[in-house]
């Protein structure tokens, strides 16, 4: 029986056993995938090989331990700088970055982007930012701080204060504010100049409407939250597990039954 794992800390709110071992079960096949909390992020390759896995997703805080600890790096995730997905294949560990292309997918309704803006400078805003770029869709990073903009060398970049309100057809907050919280992204000032004037809006967060997405409900853009990025993302390293051999549709039913009823 071939071995899965989630691995992260903490882990134990992770849904990716749920939608993996779904789509494990409705495709037929003799798996298994488990979730696995680590504290020191440099063991993560000695683990995955201590738990005999054949594939692995990694999650905060050791995308980027997995990303400089494995044997092959594809492209994607070298220039994102993180990697979410690990794949066994002839006795190296390979590196992937699903969730780049995962939110391309997600946002594959909103049609005619040219231009976005990227609320937050962490690790899923590089990821966003790379995939908008190389899709030839312009970018520009607003962060609370000036402290991580060394990452973002291709795009324009301001913090709260040398921002200046211009056009943009989508606002994509990737910042953790709301989640726990009521807080919003940005100072509310900021914040409703760019609204005003866009046509859509995407959270990372998932599984509840943030400020920022009551916010852009209010002036009436098209909005999603982070659910089918989570989705996406998953079924494209159930694929890479599996060297494309399933119908990624197929896997996407599958697992979207599950997190309709989770989230
Ligand atoms: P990081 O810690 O790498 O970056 C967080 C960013 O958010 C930083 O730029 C930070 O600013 C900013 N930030 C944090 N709190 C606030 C706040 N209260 N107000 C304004 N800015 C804030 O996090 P990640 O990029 O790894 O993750 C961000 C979010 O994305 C998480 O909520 C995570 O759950 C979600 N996520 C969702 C996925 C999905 O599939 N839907 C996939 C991956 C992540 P500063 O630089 O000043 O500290």
């Known amino acids: 029986m071939k ?27 003799e798996c298994s995938y488990s979730r696995f909390e680590l504290s ?47 794949v066994l294949k002839n006795q190296k560990i390979y590196a992937y970055n699903t969730d780049a292309d995962g939110f391309l997918k997600s946002i594959k309704d909103f049609k005619g982007i ?21 899709n030839d869709i312009e970018v520009c990073i607003l ?3 000036k402290h991580r903009f060394s990452d973002f060398i291709n795009f324009r970049c301001y913090d709260w204060t040398d921002f ?5 057809d989508i606002v994509v907050n990737t910042t953790s504010a709301g989640l726990k919280d009521d807080s919003l992204c ?9 609204l005003c004037d866009s046509q859509f809006a995407f959270d990372v967060i998932y599984g509840k409407k943030t400020p920022f997405l009551k916010l852009a409900d209010k002036y009436n853009l098209t909005y999603k939250d982070g659910k089918d990025m989570l989705l996406f993302q998953a079924v494209l390293a ?26």
């Open 238 to 263: 159930f694929n890479l597990f599996f060297d494309n051999a399933f119908d990624e549709e197929k896997i996407e039913k599958s697992m979207r039954e599950v997190l309709n009823l989770k989230l």
């Open 3 to 29: 071995l899965f794992a989630v691995i992260g800390n903490p882990i134990t709110h992770s849904i990716s056993p749920i939608l993996h071992n779904k789509a494990m079960l409705d495709l037929g096949l």
């Open 164 to 168: 200046k309100s211009e056009q943009f």
């Open 143 to 145: 962060n609370r701080s």
């Open 186 to 194: 940005t100072p509310i000032e900021l914040l409703e100049q760019v």
């Open 114 to 134: 040219k231009k976005a803006l990227v609320i937050g400078a962490g690790g899923t805003a590089k990821a966003i930012s790379y995939i908008l770029n190389k």
């Open 40 to 86: 020191n992020g440099s063991d993560i390759i000695s683990k995955f090989k201590a738990l005999s896995l054949s594939g692995a997703n990694v999650t905060v805080p050791y995308k980027e331990f997995a990303l400089n600890l494995s044997d092959k790096v594809c492209d994607t995730a070298k220039a994102i700088g993180s990697a979410n997905t690990l």
